[in-house]
């Protein structure tokens, strides 16, 4: 391709973007194309990614020569006890995941941006009556059926300012699926942004989590409008996260987006600093009852191996705590065990005036542990405890825990699929059935998704 067309792919996007706005969430969606020339192919197996490297077995490791010899290459790399169960799983050169700007922009000559994913999923029964909406299982709360989650479209300008001046940017998401009536702006008190009625098709509908306008100047960074939450450390986006299913914590104790204004300083090493101000939890260019709250905290490495964030939200948090102040904070432990295994401890906090309003003390305690196989396999558990006053009748506190199995599978660079097994138990099933409509809380849960990025 020539500059004139690139000059026009650039306009397109400008054009289809100029409306719309920007987020931090940009993980699963990066093209490298560090190395190459314009307009030459990117090729997967140049980054080796089958456990060998080049002082093993050369130029030649992505080739079945290598890969397919289940240990010799791993022996002769001197791993420890001679085996790589990465290694047995066959070769696995997924290459760079394809993505809408790849074609349009593949020398990255664009400074706009634009992407997104589908997500399928099957879950068996939950701890709720088939086809209603409940809360302790998260998303995952229309079971025994094929389900479209999440189906979304992202489009964005990264503010990148040079090192004496300033730029500017913006995020704009838009969602369908059975995922968006909890994506939705639902800590507003009228039907504003896309809380709106219209937004909902049965147990289908829309949502627009994120619009917003991002300023960069030197170590700082501003976005303002509507946003992701900094709490906690599962997120919405399905590609973001290793299980299908969510923690009690993630859905019952965290806001999921915010309207306000959020400032970041990077200007340290090792550590960012986080402070705004937000209309309260969830809600969506509205202000309800009064919600005015701070947002902020900060992240840094601890050690080498061990990345620790803390961020709290204080302040009127609005119709979650009834217009009443109240006090939350998310602890996140990230570390690093070996070079395949990695350990999460998270554990949340809410506190809140729960007058006229249930659940206004809650405390969460999350454990998980993955362990990376190569580029197409790894596995994790997750252990969770979370506890609530309210759940089974006003002024009552009940305990919930809950195991997780699964395994995630990368058959191509832009596909994922998650299959896990989930036990949910609690000592006061009695007390939470007469609570909730006889309902067992008690069960085995297995589920499975497929995701698609581009």
Same mark, same amino acid.
């Given at each position: 391709?020539?500059?004139?067309?690139?000059?026009?792919?650039?306009?397109?996007?400008?054009?289809?973007?100029?409306?719309?706005?920007?987020?931090?969430?940009?993980?699963?969606?990066?093209?490298?194309?560090?190395?190459?020339?314009?307009?030459?192919?990117?090729?997967?197996?140049?980054?080796?990614?089958?456990?060998?490297?080049?002082?093993?077995?050369?130029?030649?490791?992505?080739?079945?020569?290598?890969?397919?010899?289940?240990?010799?290459?791993?022996?002769?790399?001197?791993?420890?006890?001679?085996?790589?169960?990465?290694?047995?799983?066959?070769?696995?050169? =997924?290459?760079?995941?394809?993505?809408?700007?790849?074609?349009?922009?593949?020398?990255?000559?664009?400074?706009?941006?634009?992407?997104?994913?589908?997500?399928?999923?099957?879950?068996?029964?939950?701890?709720?009556?088939?086809?209603?909406?409940?809360?302790?299982?998260?998303?995952?709360?229309?079971?025994?059926?094929?389900?479209?989650?999440?189906?979304?479209?992202?489009?964005? *300008?990264?503010?990148?300012?040079?090192?004496?001046?300033?730029?500017?940017?913006?995020?704009?998401?838009?969602?369908?699926?059975?995922?968006?009536? *909890?994506?939705?702006?639902?800590?507003?008190?009228?039907?504003?942004?896309?809380?709106?009625?219209?937004?909902?098709?049965?147990?289908?509908?829309?949502?627009?989590?994120?619009?917003?306008?991002? %300023?960069?100047?030197?170590?700082?960074?501003?976005?303002?409008?509507? &946003?992701?939450?900094?709490?906690?450390?599962?997120?919405?986006? @399905?590609?973001?996260?290793?299980?299908?299913?969510?923690?009690?914590?993630?859905?019952?104790?965290?806001? &999921?987006?915010?309207?306000? !204004?959020?400032?970041?300083?990077?200007?340290?090493?090792?550590?960012?600093?986080?402070?705004?101000?937000?209309?309260?939890?969830?809600?969506?260019?509205?202000?309800?009852?009064?919600?005015?709250?701070? %947002?902020?905290?900060?992240?840094?490495? =601890?050690?080498?191996?061990?990345?620790?964030?803390?961020?709290?939200?204080?302040?009127?948090?609005?119709?979650?705590?009834?217009?009443?102040?109240?006090?939350?904070?998310? =602890?996140?432990?990230?570390?690093? %065990?070996?070079?395949?295994?990695?350990?999460?401890?998270?554990?949340? =906090?809410?506190?809140?005036?729960?007058?006229?309003? /249930?659940?206004?003390?809650?405390?969460?305690?999350?454990?998980?542990? &993955?362990?990376?196989?190569?580029?197409?396999?790894?596995?994790?558990?997750?252990?969770?405890?979370? *506890?609530?006053?309210?759940?089974? /009748?006003?002024?009552?506190?009940?305990?919930?825990?809950?195991?997780?199995?699964?395994?995630?599978?990368?058959?191509?660079?832009?596909?994922?699929?998650?299959?896990?097994?989930?036990?949910?138990?609690?000592?006061?099933? !009695? @007390?939470?059935?007469?609570?909730?409509?006889?309902?067992?809380?008690?069960?085995?849960?297995?589920?499975?998704?497929?995701?698609?990025?581009?």
């Amino acid at each position: 391709m020539n500059v004139v067309k690139w000059t026009m792919g650039c306009a397109l996007i400008a054009m289809s973007a100029n409306a719309l706005g920007q987020s931090a969430v940009q993980t699963a969606f990066n093209y490298d194309l560090t190395g190459y020339e314009c307009g030459e192919p990117a090729c997967g197996c140049e980054e080796p990614s089958c456990g060998c490297d080049d002082g093993c077995c050369g130029d030649d490791c992505c080739d079945d020569s290598c890969c397919s010899d289940c240990c010799g290459c791993c022996d002769s790399c001197g791993c420890s006890g001679g085996f790589c169960l990465g290694d047995c799983l066959g070769d696995c050169c =997924l290459g760079d995941p394809w993505t809408v700007m790849s074609c349009i922009d593949p020398c990255g000559c664009c400074d706009y941006n634009m992407g997104g994913w589908t997500q399928f999923g099957y879950h068996s029964d939950t701890t709720r009556l088939s086809n209603s909406f409940g809360d302790l299982l998260a998303f995952n709360d229309v079971p025994d059926g094929l389900r479209w989650h999440q189906q979304w479209l992202y489009f964005e *300008k990264v503010a990148d300012a040079p090192a004496c001046g300033a730029d500017w940017g913006f995020r704009f998401d838009i969602m369908y699926g059975t995922d968006a009536q *909890k994506t939705q702006a639902f800590g507003n008190d009228s039907p504003v942004w896309d809380a709106s009625a219209g937004f909902d098709r049965g147990i289908y509908g829309w949502a627009m989590p994120q619009a917003y306008l991002e %300023l960069a100047m030197g170590d700082w960074n501003v976005i303002a409008g509507h &946003f992701f939450t900094l709490v906690g450390y599962e997120v919405v986006t @399905a590609p973001d996260n290793f299980f299908y299913s969510h923690s009690y914590t993630m859905f019952n104790s965290e806001p &999921f987006t915010h309207t306000g !204004v959020l400032a970041t300083y990077s200007g340290m090493d090792s550590v960012d600093f986080y402070a705004g101000w937000t209309a309260g939890w969830d809600t969506g260019f509205d202000q309800a009852l009064g919600g005015s709250n701070f %947002l902020g905290g900060f992240s840094t490495n =601890l050690t080498d191996d061990v990345a620790f964030t803390y961020i709290l939200t204080a302040g009127n948090f609005g119709l979650r705590s009834a217009g009443n102040s109240g006090y939350s904070h998310s =602890l996140v432990f990230d570390t690093t %065990l070996s070079e395949n295994l990695n350990y999460v401890l998270q554990s949340d =906090l809410v506190d809140y005036n729960d007058a006229g309003v /249930g659940f206004g003390h809650q405390v969460g305690i999350n454990q998980y542990l &993955f362990y990376t196989l190569n580029d197409c396999w790894a596995a994790g558990t997750r252990i969770e405890w979370w *506890k609530s006053n309210g759940v089974a /009748g006003p002024g009552n506190s009940q305990s919930f825990w809950g195991i997780t199995y699964g395994l995630n599978y990368k058959p191509h660079a832009n596909i994922v699929i998650r299959p896990e097994v989930r036990h949910n138990f609690t000592s006061g099933d !009695v @007390a939470y059935a007469n609570a909730n409509g006889g309902v067992d809380f008690d069960q085995t849960v297995f589920g499975i998704d497929g995701i698609f990025t581009f």
